[in-house]
């Protein structure tokens, strides 16, 4: 079972920033996609960012492109979202999600995910 926790939410006004952290179980990073996610209140999920297995390949919404950036730390075994420039419709509650695979894309779904952390940007 692959354990996912995600920490560095919070409250920031608008254009500010934030570095989610998501520290998970897994032993070898790179055995896996890792990817985040948001949910803003009375809207679906959506995808935020993606890493592929090798770190080679990264995706990002529309929404986000050019303010957030997906990392992750192999010794830590630890997945980041840095946020800059953050409005006011990305609060929501960001989650971190991962699957073990041998494709080294992006994925679409994912079989583990961590419990949430707020993101509240103000005007």
């Known amino acids: 079972q692959v354990r996912l926790i995600e920490s560095g939410g919070g409250l920031v006004q608008a254009g500010g920033s934030l570095r989610l952290s998501c520290a998970t179980s897994i032993r070898t990073l790179s055995n896996y996609a890792m990817g985040w996610f948001r949910q803003a209140p009375e809207k679906g999920r959506e995808f935020v960012a993606g890493l592929s297995r090798s770190g080679s390949y990264i995706q990002y919404a529309d929404s986000v492109k050019g303010r957030f950036t997906i990392s992750r730390d192999n010794a830590k075994n630890t997945v980041y979202l840095q946020m800059r420039s953050l409005k006011p419709e990305d609060t929501a509650v960001y989650y971190c999600?991962?699957?073990?695979?041998?494709?080294?894309?992006?994925?679409?779904?994912?079989?583990?995910w961590g419990q949430g952390t707020q993101v509240t940007v103000s005007s």
């Open positions: 999600a991962t699957t073990r695979t041998n494709r080294d894309y992006v994925l679409a779904d994912y079989d583990y």
